[in-house]
């Protein structure tokens, strides 16, 4: 049967010439992608999405540009301080998402860098060589921390103990993965290099806080109902905490090296005894050194009459 000329046609019409395709289905540019994206998101009222898009509009710098403003800057130009600024929001926005989940909103975290990368236009020195970003990164991180370290945590914390907070977690982290265990407070003391008391008192005032009126679950069942009670009686509590007043106060009048050697050994306030060879090495001394601290601290304590009442009891 033969073809019919119609269809012939309607094949030959709907062929195209060459490049007609690639004309119809080409890329949109970079440019046209970010007006597509801004008129996209022209009818939001959320600040933070306003925020993200004002960023995407300005440019980024060249150095030769950021040496030109930041020579501007310093004579008092608040344009050029605000042109830099600007240009360098998109910092904010990525260092921001970097700290979400520890304690506060991401709105509230750009906030936090905003400061930073403000101080770090008005801190930059051009004639050292390197770029504005570079710079304003330390800003940026310094002042995210510090708005974590006083409005993240519900009892708010110095931020050099912060810091060292930090640190202990993170050498705690590394030591876990190589261990394949938690490690001890003297391994973490003796990598971060820091000494065993003040890893001790990190982990003691660093510790999560969780209200009692905190509800579990869908239900209304508070924490503090799930709480099982289980104090000790207030007077054994009250007499604990006299003997150990009693017994820190009469190791306060020992030398210096036997009180140490004695609360290395005997693991005064909470921390774990050590054998000989680890106080003495905690004190400075030799082992036989140690032995006779430890011989002349006993003596001592032997012979102070405010002990003997426990040592009666005992």
């Known amino acids: 049967m033969p073809r019919s000329r119609g269809a012939a046609e309607s094949r030959s019409d709907a062929r195209r010439t060459r490049g007609e395709h690639d004309k119809k289905t080409a890329k949109p540019t970079a440019d046209e992608r970010r007006k597509r994206d801004h008129a996209r998101a022209e009818a939001t009222t959320d600040s933070l999405q306003l ?15 950021e040496v030109d403003l930041a020579q501007r800057i310093e004579k008092g130009d608040l344009a050029a301080k605000e042109r830099l600024i600007n240009s360098n929001l998109r910092l904010v926005i990525k260092f921001a998402r970097r700290y979400q989940g520890h304690g506060l909103d991401l709105g509230d975290i750009v906030q936090e860098a905003m400061l930073g990368l403000i101080r770090a236009a008005e801190k930059f020195d051009w004639r050292r060589g390197y770029k504005f970003s570079t710079y304003a990164v330390l800003w940026i991180k310094q002042a995210i921390q510090r708005g974590l370290d006083n409005t993240g945590r519900s009892v708010r914390i110095p931020a050099h103990v912060a810091q060292r907070e930090r640190t202990v977690n993170r050498i705690t982290a590394e030591l876990a993965a190589k261990l394949d265990r938690d490690p001890t407070d003297e391994e973490v003391s003796k990598v971060a290099d820091i000494p065993l008391d003040e890893v001790m008192a990190t982990r003691d005032l660093t510790r999560v806080t969780t209200s009692l009126d905190t509800p579990v679950g869908d239900g209304d069942t ?20 006299q003997q150990e007043e009693d017994v820190e106060a009469a190791l306060e009048r020992l030398p210096e090296q036997e009180r140490r050697i004695i609360r290395a050994r005997f693991g005064t306030g909470g921390r774990p005894e050590k054998g000989l060879r680890d106080a003495a090495r905690e004190v400075g001394v030799t082992q036989a050194q140690a032995r006779k601290l430890e011989e002349r601290a006993l003596a001592r304590l032997s012979a102070d009459g405010t002990l003997d009442g426990w040592r009666d009891a005992a």
């Open 51 to 65: 925020f993200i898009n004002e960023a995407m509009k300005y440019p980024l710098l060249t150095a030769a540009e």
């Open 222 to 241: 508070t924490f503090g109902e799930l709480h099982t009670d289980v104090t000790e009686p207030l007077e054994d509590e009250v007499l604990e905490r």
